[in-house]
Protein backbone atom coordinates (compact mmCIF):
# COMPACT_ATOMS: atom_id res chain seq x y z
CA UNK A 1 0.00 0.00 0.00
CA UNK A 2 2.64 2.41 0.88
CA UNK A 3 4.46 1.44 -2.27
CA UNK A 4 1.40 2.47 -3.88
CA UNK A 5 1.15 6.16 -2.21
CA UNK A 6 4.54 6.71 -3.17
CA UNK A 7 4.09 6.21 -6.69
CA UNK A 8 1.18 8.19 -7.06
CA UNK A 9 2.49 11.12 -4.73
CA UNK A 10 5.48 11.43 -7.10
CA UNK A 11 3.79 11.37 -10.45
CA UNK A 12 0.99 13.18 -9.47
CA UNK A 13 0.95 14.93 -6.19
CA UNK A 14 4.21 16.35 -6.15
CA UNK A 15 5.09 16.06 -9.88
CA UNK A 16 8.20 16.15 -10.83
CA UNK A 17 8.04 18.52 -13.71
CA UNK A 18 5.34 20.99 -12.14
CA UNK A 19 6.20 20.99 -8.79
CA UNK A 20 9.53 19.86 -7.91
CA UNK A 21 10.55 22.03 -11.62
CA UNK A 22 13.16 19.02 -12.48
CA UNK A 23 13.73 18.48 -15.99
CA UNK A 24 12.36 21.35 -16.98
CA UNK A 25 14.94 21.61 -20.35
CA UNK A 26 13.70 18.52 -21.85
CA UNK A 27 9.84 19.95 -21.20
CA UNK A 28 10.49 22.69 -23.08
CA UNK A 29 12.83 21.47 -25.61
CA UNK A 30 11.04 18.08 -26.65
CA UNK A 31 7.53 18.81 -25.83
CA UNK A 32 6.44 20.03 -29.30
CA UNK A 33 5.12 16.69 -30.89
CA UNK A 34 3.14 14.04 -28.75
CA UNK A 35 5.30 11.06 -30.75
CA UNK A 36 8.50 12.16 -29.18
CA UNK A 37 7.38 13.10 -25.91
CA UNK A 38 5.75 9.90 -25.31
CA UNK A 39 9.56 8.02 -26.77
CA UNK A 40 11.52 10.69 -24.17
CA UNK A 41 9.31 10.13 -21.80
CA UNK A 42 9.25 6.27 -21.76
CA UNK A 43 13.71 6.45 -22.12
CA UNK A 44 13.84 8.92 -18.99
CA UNK A 45 11.43 6.86 -16.82
CA UNK A 46 13.65 3.95 -18.09
CA UNK A 47 16.88 5.81 -17.04
CA UNK A 48 14.98 6.75 -13.85
CA UNK A 49 14.05 3.56 -12.69
CA UNK A 50 17.98 1.60 -13.27
CA UNK A 51 19.04 5.14 -11.78
CA UNK A 52 17.54 4.46 -8.48
CA UNK A 53 18.49 1.03 -7.76
CA UNK A 54 21.87 1.82 -8.71
CA UNK A 55 22.36 5.19 -7.39
CA UNK A 56 20.17 3.06 -3.78
CA UNK A 57 23.14 0.49 -3.85
CA UNK A 58 26.01 2.82 -4.18
CA UNK A 59 24.87 5.01 -1.45
CA UNK A 60 23.72 2.46 0.93
CA UNK A 61 26.47 -0.57 0.12
CA UNK A 62 30.01 1.76 -0.90
CA UNK A 63 29.49 5.00 0.53
CA UNK A 64 28.20 4.98 3.97
CA UNK A 65 30.13 1.81 4.84
CA UNK A 66 33.03 3.31 3.40
CA UNK A 67 32.25 6.86 4.44
CA UNK A 68 32.86 8.40 1.34
CA UNK A 69 29.62 10.55 1.15
CA UNK A 70 31.92 13.32 0.10
CA UNK A 71 32.04 11.82 -2.89
CA UNK A 72 28.15 11.09 -3.50
CA UNK A 73 27.56 13.79 -6.15
CA UNK A 74 30.53 12.51 -8.28
CA UNK A 75 29.70 8.78 -8.25
CA UNK A 76 25.99 9.40 -9.07
CA UNK A 77 26.44 11.43 -12.00
CA UNK A 78 28.73 9.37 -13.49
CA UNK A 79 26.48 6.22 -12.71
CA UNK A 80 24.22 8.28 -14.47
CA UNK A 81 26.06 9.32 -17.56
CA UNK A 82 26.91 5.72 -18.34
CA UNK A 83 23.33 4.54 -18.12
CA UNK A 84 22.44 6.91 -20.37
CA UNK A 85 24.71 6.22 -22.48
CA UNK A 86 23.77 2.47 -22.61
CA UNK A 87 20.49 3.28 -23.17
CA UNK A 88 21.47 5.45 -26.44
CA UNK A 89 23.44 2.47 -27.73
CA UNK A 90 20.36 0.51 -27.23
CA UNK A 91 17.74 2.74 -28.52
CA UNK A 92 19.71 3.13 -31.77
CA UNK A 93 20.28 -0.50 -32.23
CA UNK A 94 16.65 -1.45 -32.20
CA UNK A 95 15.39 1.84 -32.91
CA UNK A 96 16.54 4.36 -35.65
CA UNK A 97 13.75 6.77 -36.14
CA UNK A 98 13.17 7.28 -33.00
CA UNK A 99 16.88 7.84 -32.43
CA UNK A 100 16.53 10.65 -34.67
CA UNK A 101 13.21 12.32 -33.68
CA UNK A 102 15.05 12.20 -29.50
CA UNK A 103 17.95 13.35 -31.42
CA UNK A 104 20.42 15.86 -29.39
CA UNK A 105 17.64 15.50 -26.15
CA UNK A 106 18.80 12.12 -25.63
CA UNK A 107 22.54 12.53 -24.45
CA UNK A 108 21.05 15.60 -22.64
CA UNK A 109 18.98 12.90 -20.43
CA UNK A 110 22.43 13.37 -18.29
CA UNK A 111 22.28 16.61 -17.43
CA UNK A 112 18.40 16.34 -16.74
CA UNK A 113 18.28 17.40 -13.24
CA UNK A 114 14.95 14.99 -12.70
CA UNK A 115 17.50 11.78 -12.40
CA UNK A 116 19.93 13.40 -10.25
CA UNK A 117 17.05 15.01 -8.51
CA UNK A 118 15.49 11.54 -7.81
CA UNK A 119 18.66 10.00 -7.11
CA UNK A 120 18.86 12.90 -4.37
CA UNK A 121 15.31 12.94 -2.87
CA UNK A 122 15.33 9.23 -2.89
CA UNK A 123 18.09 9.04 -0.07
CA UNK A 124 17.16 12.71 1.55
CA UNK A 125 13.84 11.04 2.64
CA UNK A 126 15.55 7.58 3.50
CA UNK A 127 13.43 5.22 1.46
CA UNK A 128 13.58 1.44 1.45
CA UNK A 129 15.09 -0.51 -1.63
CA UNK A 130 11.34 -1.09 -2.95
CA UNK A 131 10.13 2.32 -2.11
CA UNK A 132 13.20 4.11 -4.09
CA UNK A 133 12.07 1.97 -7.09
CA UNK A 134 8.40 2.67 -6.69
CA UNK A 135 9.25 6.69 -6.47
CA UNK A 136 11.65 6.19 -9.66
CA UNK A 137 8.71 4.65 -11.52
CA UNK A 138 6.38 7.03 -10.29
CA UNK A 139 8.32 10.02 -11.46
CA UNK A 140 9.10 8.38 -14.85
CA UNK A 141 5.45 8.20 -14.95
CA UNK A 142 5.01 12.27 -14.06
CA UNK A 143 7.43 13.26 -16.30
CA UNK A 144 5.84 11.50 -19.37
CA UNK A 145 2.35 12.75 -18.06
CA UNK A 146 3.49 16.08 -18.41
CA UNK A 147 5.78 16.08 -21.00
CA UNK A 148 2.83 14.50 -23.05
CA UNK A 149 -0.05 16.90 -21.91
CA UNK A 150 2.05 19.73 -22.70
CA UNK A 151 2.91 18.25 -25.83
CA UNK A 152 -0.54 18.21 -26.75
CA UNK A 153 -1.27 21.52 -25.69
CA UNK A 154 1.43 22.85 -27.73
CA UNK A 155 0.25 21.33 -30.84
CA UNK A 156 -2.76 23.07 -30.47
CA UNK A 157 -1.15 26.42 -29.93
CA UNK A 158 0.83 26.27 -33.13
CA UNK A 159 -2.46 27.21 -34.98
CA UNK A 160 -3.51 29.68 -32.22
CA UNK A 161 -2.51 33.36 -32.68
CA UNK A 162 0.14 34.80 -29.84
CA UNK A 163 1.12 37.61 -29.22
CA UNK A 164 4.48 38.52 -30.71
CA UNK A 165 7.28 38.84 -27.21
CA UNK A 166 5.06 35.81 -25.93
CA UNK A 167 5.82 33.31 -28.85
CA UNK A 168 8.00 30.32 -28.26
CA UNK A 169 9.31 30.36 -24.96
CA UNK A 170 7.39 33.04 -22.75
CA UNK A 171 3.69 31.16 -23.83
CA UNK A 172 5.61 27.80 -22.78
CA UNK A 173 5.92 29.17 -19.43
CA UNK A 174 2.42 30.87 -19.04
CA UNK A 175 1.20 27.40 -20.25
CA UNK A 176 3.28 25.32 -17.89
CA UNK A 177 2.31 27.81 -15.06
CA UNK A 178 -1.37 26.65 -15.83
CA UNK A 179 -1.11 23.03 -15.58
CA UNK A 180 0.93 23.68 -12.62
CA UNK A 181 -2.17 25.39 -11.34
CA UNK A 182 -4.35 22.69 -12.39
CA UNK A 183 -2.33 19.88 -10.55
CA UNK A 184 -2.09 22.08 -7.31
CA UNK A 185 -5.53 20.96 -7.40
CA UNK A 186 -3.90 17.00 -6.01
CA UNK A 187 -2.47 18.64 -3.35
CA UNK A 188 -3.37 17.67 0.05
CA UNK A 189 -4.91 14.03 -1.75
CA UNK A 190 -1.64 12.69 0.20
CA UNK A 191 0.21 13.98 2.82
CA UNK A 192 3.65 14.27 2.93
CA UNK B 1 31.95 31.25 -34.59
CA UNK B 2 33.67 34.09 -36.34
CA UNK B 3 37.10 33.71 -37.58
CA UNK B 4 38.58 36.73 -35.98
CA UNK B 5 38.21 36.67 -32.14
CA UNK B 6 35.59 38.88 -30.72
CA UNK B 7 36.56 41.84 -28.84
CA UNK B 8 37.06 40.81 -25.15
CA UNK B 9 33.75 43.52 -24.39
CA UNK B 10 31.41 41.02 -26.58
CA UNK B 11 32.55 37.80 -24.84
CA UNK B 12 31.24 39.59 -21.40
CA UNK B 13 28.21 41.63 -22.50
CA UNK B 14 26.92 38.80 -24.07
CA UNK B 15 26.68 36.35 -21.49
CA UNK B 16 24.54 39.35 -18.98
CA UNK B 17 22.33 40.23 -21.81
CA UNK B 18 22.39 38.97 -25.45
CA UNK B 19 22.93 35.48 -24.84
CA UNK B 20 21.16 35.81 -21.47
CA UNK B 21 21.65 32.35 -20.49
CA UNK B 22 18.30 32.23 -18.98
CA UNK B 23 16.40 34.67 -20.99
CA UNK B 24 17.69 33.87 -24.17
CA UNK B 25 19.31 30.28 -24.29
CA UNK B 26 16.58 28.72 -21.86
CA UNK B 27 19.39 26.72 -20.12
CA UNK B 28 19.57 25.84 -16.27
CA UNK B 29 15.78 26.35 -16.12
CA UNK B 30 15.25 23.88 -12.84
CA UNK B 31 16.88 26.05 -10.65
CA UNK B 32 16.42 29.54 -11.79
CA UNK B 33 11.99 28.45 -11.14
CA UNK B 34 12.48 26.08 -7.85
CA UNK B 35 14.37 28.41 -5.71
CA UNK B 36 13.12 31.57 -6.33
CA UNK B 37 10.20 32.54 -3.99
CA UNK B 38 12.64 34.78 -2.13
CA UNK B 39 15.34 37.55 -3.93
CA UNK B 40 17.65 36.04 -1.06
CA UNK B 41 17.46 32.31 -1.87
CA UNK B 42 17.66 33.63 -5.85
CA UNK B 43 20.98 35.60 -4.99
CA UNK B 44 22.56 32.64 -2.72
CA UNK B 45 21.51 29.99 -5.99
CA UNK B 46 22.94 32.51 -8.63
CA UNK B 47 26.40 32.92 -6.34
CA UNK B 48 26.63 29.53 -5.88
CA UNK B 49 25.79 28.59 -9.55
CA UNK B 50 28.38 31.78 -10.58
CA UNK B 51 31.19 29.95 -7.69
CA UNK B 52 30.82 26.52 -9.58
CA UNK B 53 30.66 27.90 -13.11
CA UNK B 54 33.91 29.98 -13.14
CA UNK B 55 36.07 27.51 -10.95
CA UNK B 56 35.10 25.17 -13.81
CA UNK B 57 35.48 27.21 -16.90
CA UNK B 58 39.19 27.89 -15.26
CA UNK B 59 39.52 24.11 -14.99
CA UNK B 60 38.34 22.71 -18.07
CA UNK B 61 40.59 25.98 -20.00
CA UNK B 62 43.50 24.87 -18.23
CA UNK B 63 42.74 20.98 -19.39
CA UNK B 64 41.41 21.85 -22.42
CA UNK B 65 44.05 20.37 -24.81
CA UNK B 66 44.82 17.46 -21.91
CA UNK B 67 41.43 15.88 -22.03
CA UNK B 68 40.98 13.36 -24.55
CA UNK B 69 37.80 14.44 -27.10
CA UNK B 70 36.22 10.95 -26.60
CA UNK B 71 35.70 11.41 -22.79
CA UNK B 72 35.47 15.26 -22.63
CA UNK B 73 31.75 15.23 -21.58
CA UNK B 74 32.51 12.93 -18.55
CA UNK B 75 35.92 14.72 -17.25
CA UNK B 76 33.50 18.28 -17.23
CA UNK B 77 31.14 16.63 -15.29
CA UNK B 78 33.68 15.42 -12.65
CA UNK B 79 35.56 18.63 -12.31
CA UNK B 80 31.44 20.80 -12.01
CA UNK B 81 30.92 17.58 -9.57
CA UNK B 82 34.27 18.91 -7.39
CA UNK B 83 32.86 22.07 -7.36
CA UNK B 84 29.68 21.66 -6.56
CA UNK B 85 30.85 19.82 -3.58
CA UNK B 86 32.98 22.44 -2.36
CA UNK B 87 30.04 25.13 -2.62
CA UNK B 88 27.84 22.89 -1.01
CA UNK B 89 30.40 21.92 2.05
CA UNK B 90 30.68 25.74 2.06
CA UNK B 91 27.12 26.45 2.25
CA UNK B 92 26.44 23.98 4.94
CA UNK B 93 28.93 25.00 7.25
CA UNK B 94 28.58 29.02 7.15
CA UNK B 95 25.34 29.74 5.83
CA UNK B 96 23.45 26.97 7.02
CA UNK B 97 20.07 28.13 6.75
CA UNK B 98 20.48 29.26 3.67
CA UNK B 99 22.15 25.82 3.04
CA UNK B 100 18.75 23.84 4.34
CA UNK B 101 16.27 26.37 2.12
CA UNK B 102 17.86 25.41 -1.12
CA UNK B 103 18.25 21.71 -0.25
CA UNK B 104 18.66 19.12 -2.76
CA UNK B 105 18.95 21.88 -5.60
CA UNK B 106 22.74 22.97 -4.65
CA UNK B 107 23.72 19.48 -5.47
CA UNK B 108 21.54 20.00 -8.61
CA UNK B 109 23.81 22.24 -9.93
CA UNK B 110 26.19 19.64 -10.81
CA UNK B 111 23.32 18.42 -13.52
CA UNK B 112 22.63 23.15 -14.53
CA UNK B 113 22.73 22.53 -18.31
CA UNK B 114 24.26 26.24 -18.59
CA UNK B 115 27.32 25.27 -17.11
CA UNK B 116 28.22 22.38 -18.84
CA UNK B 117 27.26 24.13 -22.01
CA UNK B 118 29.07 26.53 -21.51
CA UNK B 119 32.14 24.19 -20.83
CA UNK B 120 31.35 22.63 -24.04
CA UNK B 121 30.96 25.56 -25.98
CA UNK B 122 33.48 27.81 -25.24
CA UNK B 123 36.06 27.02 -22.16
CA UNK B 124 36.99 23.78 -24.13
CA UNK B 125 38.11 26.24 -26.94
CA UNK B 126 39.38 29.09 -25.70
CA UNK B 127 42.24 30.56 -23.59
CA UNK B 128 42.10 30.28 -20.01
CA UNK B 129 41.08 34.70 -19.75
CA UNK B 130 38.39 34.22 -22.43
CA UNK B 131 37.04 32.10 -20.36
CA UNK B 132 37.33 33.43 -17.25
CA UNK B 133 35.28 36.84 -18.95
CA UNK B 134 32.91 34.08 -20.44
CA UNK B 135 32.04 32.20 -17.38
CA UNK B 136 32.05 35.98 -15.45
CA UNK B 137 29.40 37.20 -18.10
CA UNK B 138 27.08 34.31 -18.02
CA UNK B 139 27.15 33.99 -14.29
CA UNK B 140 26.07 37.43 -13.78
CA UNK B 141 23.56 37.27 -16.34
CA UNK B 142 22.30 34.03 -14.14
CA UNK B 143 22.43 35.96 -11.22
CA UNK B 144 20.61 38.75 -12.00
CA UNK B 145 17.70 36.74 -13.47
CA UNK B 146 17.68 34.77 -10.37
CA UNK B 147 17.32 37.83 -8.14
CA UNK B 148 14.77 39.79 -10.23
CA UNK B 149 12.52 36.67 -10.41
CA UNK B 150 13.02 36.01 -6.56
CA UNK B 151 12.49 39.68 -5.95
CA UNK B 152 8.92 39.82 -8.19
CA UNK B 153 7.98 36.35 -6.39
CA UNK B 154 8.79 37.77 -3.00
CA UNK B 155 7.18 41.38 -3.36
CA UNK B 156 3.87 40.03 -4.44
CA UNK B 157 4.14 36.83 -2.78
CA UNK B 158 5.33 37.33 0.81
CA UNK B 159 4.38 41.24 0.39
CA UNK B 160 8.62 41.56 0.97
CA UNK B 161 11.95 42.27 -0.33
CA UNK B 162 14.70 40.57 0.81
CA UNK B 163 13.07 39.86 4.01
CA UNK B 164 11.98 43.63 4.77
CA UNK B 165 8.30 44.00 4.59
CA UNK B 166 7.40 46.40 2.10
CA UNK B 167 3.53 46.82 2.66
CA UNK B 168 1.13 47.07 5.48
CA UNK B 169 -1.32 45.09 6.84
CA UNK B 170 -3.62 45.83 4.14
CA UNK B 171 -1.49 43.59 1.87
CA UNK B 172 -2.94 40.52 0.81
CA UNK B 173 0.21 38.20 0.19
CA UNK B 174 -0.45 36.14 -3.25
CA UNK B 175 0.34 32.56 -2.35
CA UNK B 176 0.39 31.81 -5.99
CA UNK B 177 3.22 33.60 -6.77
CA UNK B 178 5.49 31.73 -4.31
CA UNK B 179 4.06 28.10 -5.26
CA UNK B 180 5.29 26.58 -8.30
CA UNK B 181 2.62 28.20 -10.70
CA UNK B 182 3.82 31.61 -9.90
CA UNK B 183 7.45 30.73 -10.87
CA UNK B 184 6.45 29.63 -14.32
CA UNK B 185 4.15 32.72 -14.96
CA UNK B 186 6.64 34.99 -13.38
CA UNK B 187 9.17 33.81 -15.83
CA UNK B 188 7.20 33.75 -19.02
CA UNK B 189 6.11 37.44 -18.71
CA UNK B 190 9.87 37.97 -17.56
CA UNK B 191 11.00 36.29 -21.27
CA UNK B 192 8.80 38.04 -23.17
CA UNK B 193 9.65 41.35 -21.88
CA UNK B 194 13.03 41.07 -22.65
CA UNK B 195 12.12 39.51 -26.20
CA UNK B 196 9.93 43.00 -26.62
CA UNK B 197 12.95 45.04 -25.55
CA UNK B 198 15.03 43.67 -28.42
CA UNK B 199 12.69 43.51 -30.75
CA UNK B 200 12.21 47.72 -29.87
CA UNK B 201 15.98 48.08 -30.05
CA UNK B 202 16.18 46.20 -33.56
Known amino acids: MELILVFISAAIVNNFVLSYFLGICPFVGVSKKIDSAISMGMAVTFVMAITAIVTWLIHHLILVPYDLLVLEYVAFILVIASLVQLVEMFVRKVSKPLYDSLGIFLPLITTNCAILGLALFAILREYSFAKTLSFGLGAGAGFTLALVLMAGIREELELAEIPKPFEGAGITMIVAGCLALSFMGFAGLISA | ?202
Open chain 2, 1 to 202: MAKKANPIGYEFNKGVWGENPVLAALLGLCPVLAVTNTAENGLAMGLATSFVLISSSFMVSILRKVIPKQVRIAGYIVIIATFVTMADRFLAAYFFEISKSLGPYIPLIVVNCLILGRQEAFASKNSIFRSLVDAIGMAVGFTWVLVILGGIREIFGSGSLFNIALFGDWFEPWMVMILPPGAFFTLGLMIAAYKLTNMKGA
